[in-house]
């Protein structure tokens, strides 16, 4: 897994990361800073680090100790955290050209990640959208069907109502007939 990966601090000093993770002959470059002066860089080379399975490798900007972190893809990973370095005194500086190439990187990284941030963002607000008139709609169904039940239950009541009366017509009725019977007789 070949990888750039870059850190700062707000103390405006910085550790650039270049090489393949997994081979023991990745760099380590120490600057002040990479746009002041070069001449405070060394060069460290040998530098592995290992991180457990599950860890993650963080990226973080100088300005606001924002990290981004990026899967390790690497699951043999022994979870030691060992370094291993050799010092020998020999002094590097990275080429303008590799650090343009770091800057460039990270620069397009930055835009990836806010593209798809912003397309995160879209896609949350139109799931949030469709939640909310989702909401709406089954709200008013409910309030629909309650009214429906409320117009059932009187129309029920009325016919309850109605049954009673048809109820005393008859008897009244009979009585009546039983009345007009015995008045004929």
């Not at 897994?1 to 000093?13: D, F, G, H």
């Not at 129309?155 to 015995?182: D, F, G, P, Y």
């Amino acid at each position: 897994m070949k990888r750039n990966m870059a850190y700062s601090s707000r103390l405006s000093s910085n550790l650039v990361f270049k090489g393949n993770f997994d081979s023991p002959f990745c760099g380590t470059y120490l600057a002040t800073s990479f746009f002041c002066g070069l001449h405070d860089v060394s060069k460290v080379r040998g530098v592995r680090s290992h991180c457990q399975g599950n860890d993650s490798s963080p990226y973080a900007d100088g300005n606001d100790h924002n990290a981004e972190f990026a899967e390790s893809s690497n699951e043999s990973s022994s979870g030691l955290g060992e370094e291993v370095r050799n010092v020998s005194g020999e002094v590097e500086t990275p080429t303008l050209v590799e650090l343009r190439e770091l800057v460039h990187k990270a620069m397009e990284e930055l835009k990836v990640a806010r593209l798809k941030s912003r397309m995160f963002e879209e896609k949350a607000q139109e799931i949030s959208e469709a939640a909310i008139a989702s909401r709406d709609k089954a709200t008013n169904a409910w309030n629909h069907v309650n009214s429906r039940l409320h117009v059932m239950q009187d129309i029920v009541n009325e016919e309850c109502i109605a049954k009673e009366a048809v109820q005393k017509a008859t008897m009244a009725l009979s009585l009546a007939e039983a009345r007009l019977q015995v008045a004929v007789d």
